[in-house]
């Protein structure tokens, strides 16, 4: 079959006006080997065709399988059911028992008392339990002024570091007005 009629072919099968005998010539012609190399790409895309093309058979008792699965489907779906409609009874019957529960708490509920009845000897244990927990807050607190003294130590080192420094330039400065002092006094000289 030449090239000409091939396209052709091809042109009504990409626009679905082919029939099935002109399919098949055409998926005969692509099993060959030997094809032009401008058709090489349709070659490619018929060959997949050719291998997808094949679904195979489904086994033996597979309606059979389909069939259990949906009956499988339909009580797993009334256990739901049932599951729903036991979790929902459990769940009124904590909210009832925290109910009760929380009744009876509040109605036996004591009333708190004071422990002292003279307000004088009530203030004076309170500023006593205040004074003992302040105390024992600075006590804890001295532990952090050694660590309070050490931030300070590289700042100081610093300023220490800078004021040398300073001098060192101002002694420079003099030393340069020196050597350009030299150098006008010096022309040809050189160092």
Known sequence: MNTEEIK??????????CSKEEEM????FFIE???????????????YYSVSATVPEPSDGF????????????????????????LSIASIAAGLLILTGSYFFF???????????DPDIAYAEAMKILCNV???????????????MMQDVP????KTINKSTTIIEEKLKTLD??????EIINPNKKE
Request: hydrophobic share 35%; charged share 35%.
């Open 8 to 17: 052709r072919l091809l042109e009504k099968y990409y626009s679905a006006e």
């Open 25 to 28: 010539v055409l998926r005969k």
């Open 33 to 47: 080997e030997d094809i032009p190399e401008e058709l090489r790409e349709e070659k490619e895309i018929f060959d």
């Open 63 to 86: 309606e059979e399988r389909i069939i259990s699965a949906i009956d499988n489907a339909d009580s797993v779906f009334t256990t739901t059911g049932r599951r729903k409609l036991w």
């Open 107 to 117: 109605i036996n509920r004591s009333e708190n008392t004071d422990t002292f009845s």
């Open 134 to 148: 302040s105390a024992r807050l600075n006590h804890g607190t001295q532990a952090l002024e050694t660590i309070a």
């Open 155 to 158: 700042g100081k080192s610093l």
């Open 177 to 182: 007005y020196f050597n350009k002092a030299i």
